[in-house]
């Protein structure tokens, strides 16, 4: 996936670790540190005087929003803008150390829908910045269809998101735009409701901004709110997608910036991880998720297309229930590579049983590649088999193929063998049949 | 364009893919293609000049070029541009072909081009007209016409699916795997397609769904279309709209994949980067619902995907296509360790570039030993004027008396008991930069200064500057008073039988500068021959390329190294006559000045 959320904390270092390009007039204190618990708070006072002198506020960096209506910004002990370093660090201890329910939608100030529930692990905690609500002001940046967008309000926090349509002026901009027709029509758009007096220097931030979002490669980049007072900047919350793609562009400009898991996800398995690492070191692609490790039908399908019509046509047919995995190969992956995958899937597989006493049943799926070589691949299947071919067949498995492509016809010739040798249960097939046929077979039987 | 590639396509290839430019070749002969479809390929870091490929069972050569600039250059039909540059140079090369200019579709295939770099490279080809397939695409194909690298896979594949010949259908998928899959289902329902696309997986790609399907309605080859979307994105709705509007009026059949994607949240990402639903009208069952609802043929699922395909076009009664004759490839190929393009001795007799020896040999054939130089060296036949120009310049270069250093040596080789071919090569192998090799180093020199538009003065600045002395300017003892005859004669051919002298005109007003410095800094027979080849291939449309590739071929010396034979042999043969004893150089004419070596 090409946009990946990052930590609010990462937004706002990438952003001061270039401000003085983008916003050479306006100064930001960058006073912010992300703690995993209160002694790491402890131990970063150390280092940041302003942690011990002045108040603060903590609150979850966890890629989640409305953290305020959901009961976890601390910014009061008595009263609003006295908490201590002590206080912050007791509360992060407090808050992260049972799961906590986390609602992502609200109808006023009532949760609505499912909470997700989930560990906090990571915190991020700032100097209280007392300030007049007519001093926060909005903007955020993303790309809509083919244009670049800026988002622009002179409200800023939750009056903006309530008032959405009212208070937001939006700017877009073709690809092609230059910075000098992006800042005059961002001056010309500044929103009606910014004070006359403070009108330019809003435009003249929002044209940094949208040349920080642009240049560092965000694919969302939203400040919400920022306050502004006279050249002074603090920025109170910001959300932001990075472009990854780009990320071998940018690896000086992000520095050391981490992709973390939405909260209430579960964390990668190690099994998805080695798939992961395996994929960034080839030209291949490997891919890996998943779904419900104790169901019953595994898939190891080659080809990004033709993975997504299997799981189409599975959750047709047997329902999501029964879909263990979701993942592909492809790309001509060799057979050491192949090998892994597909010992990485028959470990998983073969761990438990089905709870129906059902035996398990393996897809290995595939369209006619265009030059992936099949025999090859399929070598490294065969080879898996060799290692697994016991546990394999205690969870009963039975596996059905189709592939077609460059020497298709030697690999489904050799599978078909080695289980036969092997005494695996297996059906094989060729372009004959039609992509996803097996999946009607395999749950007939 | 109503069609994106047509039988005389060709393509200048990005990057030396030998697989996939192979298949293309495969595909070409298979299909009877006049031409093949690669014309050039790129290869910054390649030295060679050409690779070697397979045309059904035969080698045809495919020129290589450091840059695209130069592919278009040498190749400017070629307006297909596939570009298989990797992700971090793919949008670099895109860029400099669109600046280049003169390309009417460019495929792109790298994954994960970053994507504001994929949009500015896509929105510039826009407003330039060029047609971008991908990125992250296996690219396009034109049934019978025109294959794009890998796209349909294996030859046998390929005639499996019947994508050798056009059939009736529009193709555009997301997916390259799907993209053949779908071919062989479309060649099992129906007749084959006549254009397909798959139009990339990454989020930005250059050509969408209703850029291809517009033109596929324009083709009068298209008689209904198939699309396979994929759960993300809008752009399905823009096909809604173009029927609803009445853009689109052949019949569309269309699927979004996807449709599991509803079950899970948005932490799955299920195919292509492209691929992610942001709304819920993003969603495969959404898009399927909507297109159905516009009147597109719509399955209830993938599965079923066939048996819609096959009643749409059964309800069309399209009258069958028949099947073309093909060529096909052989099983077993080997490549050639060697290389010749002047002659051939495989039939009943051998043949001189074309022209069998009996035909050149004999006197009242025309021929001169100059016209079986110019074919054999230069693979033309050249018209009497520079044929007779070759000969003088053998004639003028055969011999230069006893005592210059090759005829000393081949004299003293003969002396020691040497065979004629050993006392030869003795005195072959002093022709070098200071005997003989003046006449490439004339041509390159004063070639080089007349194409940089340098005055007289500049050149001798520039030749000063970088420390050489002039080649073919200077003689011991001739002047413009005393002049060379050979050269006088040489000039004098020129004048009365060449159509231009440019180089010489301005070499001599080169000499005009020298000898007002030094009497004797005259324009010398290696200078003049030189000089006189440029002037005569100019003469003869070879163009600047060419003729540089000769000076650096060395073929000038080639003419001193011929020409000066005829006599390092008559010298040899003189010694072998007069049986002289060996030759030991007289001690009396050494300079002996020998040191005991220093003890380190």
Redesign the interface.
């Known amino acids: 996936?090409?946009?990946k959320a990052i930590r609010e904390y990462d937004a706002k270092s990438i952003l001061a670790k270039h401000w003085d390009k983008y916003f050479p007039d306006f100064t930001y204190a960058y006073e912010t540190v992300m703690v995993q618990n209160g002694a790491d708070l402890r131990d970063a006072a150390k280092t940041n005087a302003w942690l011990n002198e002045k108040t603060l506020v903590a609150k979850p960096d966890m890629l989640f929003g409305k953290r305020g209506k959901n009961g976890l910004v601390l910014f009061k002990d008595a009263k609003p803008g006295d908490v201590k370093l002590e206080k912050a660090a007791s509360w992060i201890d407090e808050k992260s150390s049972t799961a906590q329910n986390v609602y992502f939608s609200f109808d006023g100030d009532t949760p609505t829908g499912e909470p997700s529930v989930d560990k906090l692990t990571h915190f991020v905690v700032e100097p209280f910045t007392p300030h007049e609500q007519a001093e926060e002001y909005y903007v955020s940046a993303t790309?809509v269809?083919?244009d670049d967008v800026i988002y622009m309000s002179a409200e800023g926090g939750m009056e903006v998101e309530e008032g959405w349509d009212e208070k937001v002026t939006e700017v877009a901009f073709?690809?092609?735009a230059t910075e000098d027709e992006i800042a005059e029509k961002i001056r010309a758009n500044v929103p009606a409701d910014v004070a006359e007096k403070d009108k330019a220097q809003f435009a003249e931030f929002c044209i940094g901004f949208f040349r920080a979002y642009?240049e560092l490669?965000f694919?969302y980049l939203e400040i919400n709110p920022f306050v502004m007072q006279g050249s002074k900047i603090e920025l109170l919350d910001m959300v932001a997608k990075l472009?990854d793609?780009?990320g071998?562009?940018m690896v000086d400009q992000w520095g050391d910036v981490s992709y973390p898991?939405?909260f209430g996800?579960e964390d990668k398995s190690p099994e998805e991880e080695a798939v992961e690492l395996a994929d960034s070191k080839t030209g291949a692609s490997l891919?890996l998720?998943i779904?419900k490790p104790e169901a019953r039908i595994w898939t190891m399908v080659?080809?990004?297309?033709?993975?997504?019509?299997y799981?189409?046509?599975?959750?047709?047919m047997a329902g999501?229930e029964d879909?263990a995995n979701?993942g592909e190969y492809?790309g001509g992956p060799t057979t050491g590579e192949t090998k892994f995958y597909a010992e990485t899937l028959f470990d998983l597989m073969t761990r438990e049983k089905d709870a129906q006493g059902r035996g398990k049943v393996l897809i290995i799926g595939?369209?006619?590649?265009?030059?992936t070589d099949v025999a090859k691949t399929f070598t490294g299947i065969i080879q898996a088999f060799e290692n697994y071919q016991d546990k394999l067949k205690e969870v009963g498995a039975k596996i059905y193929v189709r592939r077609?492509?460059?020497n298709y016809e030697k690999g489904l010739k050799d599978i078909k063998e080695a289980a036969d040798r092997m005494g695996l249960y297996i059906e094989v097939y060729g372009?004959e049949t039609?992509?996803?046929?097996i999946?009607?077979m395999a749950l007939e039987k | 364009m109503e069609r994106l590639y047509t039988k005389d396509t060709q393509a200048i290839f990005w990057n030396n893919n030998k697989?996939?430019i192979q298949r293309m070749l495969d595909y070409d002969y298979t299909i009877k293609r006049e031409k093949p479809s690669v014309a050039a390929i790129v290869a910054p870091t390649s030295g060679n000049k050409f690779e070697k490929f397979f045309y059904g069972p035969d080698e045809v050569m495919i020129p290589l070029f450091k840059t695209t600039a130069d592919a278009k250059a040498a190749q400017p039909q070629a307006d297909v541009l596939l570009n298989f540059a990797s992700?971090?140079s793919a949008y670099d090369v895109t860029m400099e072909a669109l600046e280049i200019g003169g390309f009417s579709s460019m495929m792109i295939t790298a994954e994960?081009?970053?994507?504001?770099?994929a949009?500015?490279m896509n929105?510039?080809a826009r407003?330039k007209g060029v047609t971008v397939i991908g990125p992250a695409t296996?690219g396009a194909i034109t049934p019978g016409a025109f294959k794009v690298a890998?796209?349909?896979?294996?030859i046998t594949?390929i005639v499996?699916?019947k994508l050798h010949r056009a059939g009736s259908c529009g193709l555009v998928?997301?997916?390259?795997?799907?993209f053949?899959?779908l071919s062989?289902?479309i060649s099992i329902n129906a007749d084959g397609i006549a254009e397909g696309v798959a139009i990339g997986?990454?989020?930005f790609v250059g050509s969408v769904f209703i850029d291809n399907l517009l033109r596929m309605e324009k083709n009068p080859d298209v008689k209904y279309m198939i699309l396979?979307g994929?759960?993300g994105g809008?752009e399905e709705y823009k096909v809604i709209e173009a029927i609803k509007n009445g853009q689109i009026t052949k019949p569309v059949i269309a699927w979004c994949?996807?449709?599991?994607a509803k079950?899970?949240?948005s932490?799955?990402?299920?195919?292509?980067?492209g691929?992610?639903a942001n709304a819920e009208s993003e969603t495969?069952e959404y898009k399927n619902n909507a297109m159905k609802e516009a009147g597109i043929h719509v399955p209830d699922?993938?599965?079923d995907l066939?048996a819609m395909i096959n009643k749409v076009f059964t309800d069309m009664n399209i009258a069958e296509i028949p099947e073309p004759d093909m060529n096909t490839v052989p099983a077993s190929r080997r490549s050639k360790e060697f290389i010749c393009t002047i002659s051939d001795d495989r039939g009943e007799e051998a043949h001189y570039c074309g022209y069998p020896i009996s035909s050149v040999a004999t006197p009242e054939t025309g021929f001169t030993i100059g016209d079986v130089m110019s074919i054999l060296w230069f693979k033309k036949r050249y018209p009497r004027w520079a044929v007779d120009f070759l000969e003088t310049v053998l004639k003028t270069v055969a011999d230069h008396g006893p005592a210059v250093s090759g005829a000393h040596n081949a004299k003293v080789t003969a002396r020691a008991g040497k065979d004629v071919i050993s006392s030869l090569i003795a005195g072959l192998l002093t022709i070098g930069p200071r005997f003989g090799g003046a006449i490439d180093g004339a041509a390159e020199h004063f070639k080089h200064a007349n194409d940089n538009d340098m005055t007289p003065k500049e050149f001798l600045a520039h030749m000063k500057k970088s420390g050489i002395p002039i080649p073919g300017i200077g003689h011991r003892i001739k002047s413009l008073k005393n002049p060379d005859l050979r050269v006088t004669g040489l000039m004098k051919y020129a004048e009365e039988n060449f159509p231009s002298t440019p180089l010489l005109d301005y070499a001599r007003t080169v000499e005009e500068l020298t000898t007002s410095k030094k009497e004797n800094l005259i324009l010398n027979v290696d200078g003049t021959i030189g000089i006189l080849m440029v002037d005569m291939w100019r003469a003869l449309d070879y163009t600047d390329e060419e003729i540089d590739v000769f000076i650096e071929a060395g073929a000038l010396n080639a003419f001193f190294i011929l020409g000066r034979s005829i006599g390092f042999i008559g010298h040899i043969l003189d010694e072998k006559r007069l049986a002289m004893p060996m030759y030991r150089h007289p001690m009396d004419d050494i300079l002996y000045d020998v040191k005991r070596a220093e003890e380190l």
């Not at chain 1, 595939?366 to 030059?371: K, T």
């Open positions: 996936m090409a946009q790309c269809g083919d073709p690809i092609t642009r490669n694919a472009d793609t780009a071998f562009m898991t939405a996800m891919k998720t779904l080659a080809g990004g297309g033709a993975s997504v019509v799981a189409d046509t599975i959750a047709d999501i879909l979701y492809s595939g369209a006619i590649a265009n030059f077609g492509g460059p372009p039609h992509v996803t046929d999946v009607r | 697989t996939a992700f971090r994960g081009i970053p994507e504001r770099l949009r500015g929105q510039t407003e296996v890998n796209i349909g896979g294996t594949n499996n699916s998928t997301r997916s390259g795997g799907l053949n899959e062989n289902i997986g990454d989020r396979l994929e759960v809008t994949i996807g449709t599991i079950h899970y949240d932490g799955v990402q299920f195919g292509h980067a691929a992610s495969a699922s993938f599965n066939p």
